[in-house]
């Protein structure tokens, strides 16, 4: 529990040698364990329980060790720290074994002195210091750390505050941009404006001086759509005619191609004189509205 914890020295290979292995009465335990019961009404420990049960269990198989005080779970520090000054710990002169003295005698001059603490009861205040100078030197490598940190961060606060001067100064001259840009616009629609409404006076002026100047621009104008309905419509006689005429021109080109019968040669021919009138009839007909035609372009070209 408080003394020696190496098996070797206990005069055993593993853990499992201190656990009870059974007989022909009992099974085998699972574990074996030792507690130590100490009265400290007095406070000689350095806990503020007046009854202290330290207890250790080993496990078979395992090897695990488990601690507990007072049947609660704790740590082996937890114990070691208790009996610091008291003289109940690892090396302890409480009990003097076997080759104790030899090895007091053969020990280095760092472990006699640690046997001299532990039997003045200094040990306690000797872990405390060795604790407070690893804390110290975990500290200090800490704060190596954070001023390695602290050193980045500053690189890159820098960097950022640099960042953030261009960035403000972007926003400023986007901002003057843009007004800018508004401002520009707003000249723009104004001057284009007071162009139009400029052009819009001119116009208005000259559809005045038009009115005044020629009266029968109106009139003239009525008369031209007149007209130029009037010739939509001779245009469109004179493009059936062209269709009739052509139809007739086929018919003939076809009855030539074809061998007939002598007793149909005199029909055909016969029938052939009525085209040949009717074609004459229909060119003379084509021929008087193409003049007509002729006379509306002359008299639209007039105006």
């Given at each position: ?23 022909q009465?009992?099974p085998?335990?699972?574990?074996a364990?030792?507690?130590l ?23 078979r ?6 601690y507990?005080i007072n049947?609660e ?5 937890e ?17 003097i ?6 090895s ?11 046997i001299f ?13 060795q ?5 110290i ?6 704060l ?5 940190i602290?050193n ?13 001067e261009?960035?403000?100064l ?11 840009e ?28 038009l009115?005044?100047?020629?009266p029968?621009l109106q ?40 061998n ?10 016969l029938?052939?004189?009525?085209k ?8 003379q ?6 003049e007509?035609l002729?006379?509306y ?7």
């Open positions: 529990m408080l003394g020696e914890r190496s098996m070797k020295n206990l005069r055993g290979k593993t853990s499992d040698d201190v656990i009870f292995f059974g007989s009465e009992k085998a335990s699972k574990f364990e030792v507690s019961t100490f009265d400290n009404s007095q406070g000689y420990l350095h806990d503020k329980r007046k009854e202290i049960t330290v207890t250790r269990r080993v496990y198989g395992s090897g695990v060790s488990e507990l049947n779970p704790s740590s082996l520090k114990i070691n720290d208790i009996f610091l000054d008291s003289g109940l710990t690892k090396g302890s002169l409480c009990i074994s076997q080759n104790t003295v030899s007091f005698i053969e020990a280095k001059p760092e472990d006699r002195r640690q603490e532990d039997a003045a009861g200094i040990g306690r205040y000797a872990k405390k210091k604790d407070a100078i690893r804390q030197a975990r500290t200090n490598d800490n190596k750390e954070i001023t390695t602290v980045e961060l500053n690189r890159d606060l820098k960097k950022l505050n640099q960042q953030a261009k960035a403000i972007y926003a400023e001259t986007k901002e003057k941009l843009k007004d800018l508004i401002t520009l616009s707003v000249n723009e629609y104004l001057i284009s404006q007071k162009e139009i409404e400029a052009l819009s006076e001119q116009i208005a002026e000259i559809d005045e001086r009115l005044k100047n020629d029968q009139i003239n104008q009525e008369k031209l759509e007149a007209f130029k309905k009037r010739y939509n419509s001779a245009d469109q006689n004179v493009q059936k005619i062209q269709d009739e005429l052509q139809k007739i021109y086929d018919e003939i080109v076809l009855l030539e191609k074809r007939v019968f002598n007793d149909l040669q005199l029909k055909s021919d029938d052939s004189n009525d040949n009138k009717k074609i004459n009839a229909l060119e007909l084509l021929k008087s509205s193409e007509q002729k006379k372009f002359e008299l639209i070209s007039t105006w």
